[in-house]
C-alpha cells in the first residue's frame, strides 16, 4: 500500500502504562508515512460521537512516551454491541449500536483502526473485523493474561510497583511482628503475585491458578514463627480462591461492565490468619497504584515497539491480527487465534518451581 493512509487509534479497557507510547509510535510512524492520524476518544464513543475525535499531530504526542494513562482517555462500558442506553426516565437497556459506528467509520473515510486494549476491547475489534473493519490490534493489559504474544505491555510496570511495595511492607511487618497481605490486581491470573511476590521475598503466595488451604497457609506462618520469623507477608491475587470456595467479588457486571469486579480477598485471608492464628494481621490492597505512572524502560519500549508494528502491518494491508511479542521480535498473529488462548500461570511453571524451592507457600 502506497496511497496515503487516513488511520485512527482508540484505547479501551483498563488504562495501562504504556498506552501513551503506543499512541506516540501510531502517530509518528504515520507521519513519517504522510499518513494522516486521529485519536478516537473513550473507545469506541468517539466513532458514536465524532466530536469525540481528534487530529493527532507529532507536536501533541512529542515526549507522551513517559507519561502514564492515554491522553485519548479509556473505558471498560463501552462495548457498542452491548451500549447501555438510557431514557429521560432513567430506564437502561442495552442496544447495539455497531452498525452507527461502521457508517461513521465509513463516513470519516477512515482506511483503518489501530484498537489497543485486552481480551474484552480486542473482542470488539475482531468483531468489527467480521463486520468488514480493517483493524489492527494491540496487546495491553497489567495482567499478561492475553494470548498470542509473550508479554503485555504494563506487565512489567505493575510487577514493579507492587515489588516496590511488598518491599516496603517488610520493615513496618517486622517492626510489628505482623502479618501483612497484600492484594493485587491480575483478574483470573497470577502473573503478578507469582512475580512481585517472588522478588520481594513473600513468605505466601496465593494464585487463582493454585487454590488454596488456608490451614496450609496458617502452618507455613507458624512454621516461620518457631524459626524466628514472627513477621510475615502474604501476597494474594484478587482472583484467588480457597479449594472448594468461590471467588469473592465487589460488584457485578451491570452498567456496560464486560467483567465483575474483583476484590476483597486479602480482607477475608487477613481474617482467617488472625483468628487461627492469633497473629496480627492486617490487609492492603494495591488497587489501582499498579495502573499509575511513567511505564518502565520495557514498557515504554515494548509500546513503541508494537505502535510501529501495527503501522506496518496497515502498510502491508495485514488486518484482523494483533502484534505481538514473539522473543525477541515482533510477530502478527490472528486476533480470533490470539482471543481463543486465555493465557495463565502454569502450575509447574520454573517461575512456580523457583518458588517452591525458596520455600514459598502457595497454600496447597
Not at 479501551?12 to 509510535?25: F, H, K
Not at 473505558?75 to 442506553?85: D, R
Not at 507492587?162 to 492484594?183: G, P, Y
Not at 512456580?352 to 507457600?361: K, N, W
Request: one cysteine or more; hydrophobic letters at 40%.
Amino acid at each position: 500500500m502506497s496511497k496515503r493512509m487516513k488511520i485512527c487509534i482508540n484505547t479501551g479497557g483498563g488504562d495501562a502504562p504504556g498506552l501513551n507510547a503506543v499512541i506516540e509510535a501510531v502517530t509518528m510512524a504515520a507521519y513519517n508515512r504522510q499518513w494522516e492520524v486521529y485519536g478516537i476518544k473513550s473507545g469506541y464513543a468517539g466513532l458514536l460521537n465524532p466530536d469525540e475525535i481528534i487530529r493527532l499531530t507529532p507536536e501533541m504526542v512529542d515526549g507522551i512516551a513517559s507519561i502514564g494513562g492515554t491522553i485519548l482517555g479509556t473505558t471498560n462500558k463501552g462495548n457498542p454491541f452491548m451500549m447501555p442506553v438510557c431514557n429521560a426516565a432513567g430506564e437502561c437497556e442495552q442496544r447495539d449500536l455497531s452498525e452507527r459506528v461502521m457508517e461513521n467509520f465509513r463516513r470519516l473515510r477512515f482506511d483503518a483502526l489501530v484498537a489497543v486494549g485486552g481480551d474484552g476491547s480486542l473482542e470488539i475489534a475482531h468483531r468489527f473485523a467480521e463486520k468488514g473493519m480493517p483493524v489492527v490490534g494491540v496487546p495491553k493489559t497489567i495482567d499478561n493474561d492475553m494470548g498470542g504474544t509473550v508479554i503485555t505491555f504494563g506487565f512489567d510496570t505493575a510487577v514493579s510497583i507492587a515489588t516496590e511495595a511488598i518491599d516496603r511492607l517488610h520493615s513496618t511487618a517486622k517492626s510489628h511482628d505482623r502479618v501483612m497481605v497484600v492484594e493485587v490486581m491480575g483478574r483470573n491470573a497470577g502473573f503478578i503475585a507469582l512475580n512481585s511476590g517472588i522478588s520481594g521475598n513473600a513468605d505466601v503466595i496465593l494464585i487463582p491458578e493454585i487454590p488454596f488451604d488456608i490451614e496450609k497457609v496458617c502452618d507455613k506462618l507458624m512454621e516461620n514463627e518457631l524459626n524466628g520469623r514472627k513477621y510475615a507477608i502474604v501476597v494474594v491475587a484478587e482472583g484467588a480462591v480457597p479449594a472448594g470456595g468461590d471467588v469473592i467479588i465487589k460488584g457485578g457486571a451491570e452498567g456496560g461492565r464486560q467483567h465483575v469486579v474483583l476484590g476483597g480477598i486479602a480482607e477475608h485471608v487477613a481474617k482467617e490468619i488472625s483468628r487461627r492464628t492469633g497473629k496480627d494481621s492486617r490487609s492492603l490492597v494495591l488497587g489501582h497504584l499498579q495502573r499509575g505512572g511513567s511505564p518502565t524502560t520495557f514498557d515504554r519500549l515494548l509500546s513503541l515497539r508494537f505502535g510501529a508494528a501495527a503501522v506496518r502491518a496497515i502498510e502491508t494491508g495485514t488486518f484482523d491480527h494483533m502484534v505481538a511479542l514473539k522473543s525477541p521480535d515482533i510477530a502478527l498473529v490472528p486476533l480470533g487465534e490470539a482471543l481463543g488462548i486465555q493465557k495463565r500461570v502454569a502450575v509447574e511453571s520454573d517461575a512456580v518451581l523457583t518458588g517452591r524451592d525458596l520455600g514459598i507457600c502457595f497454600g496447597d
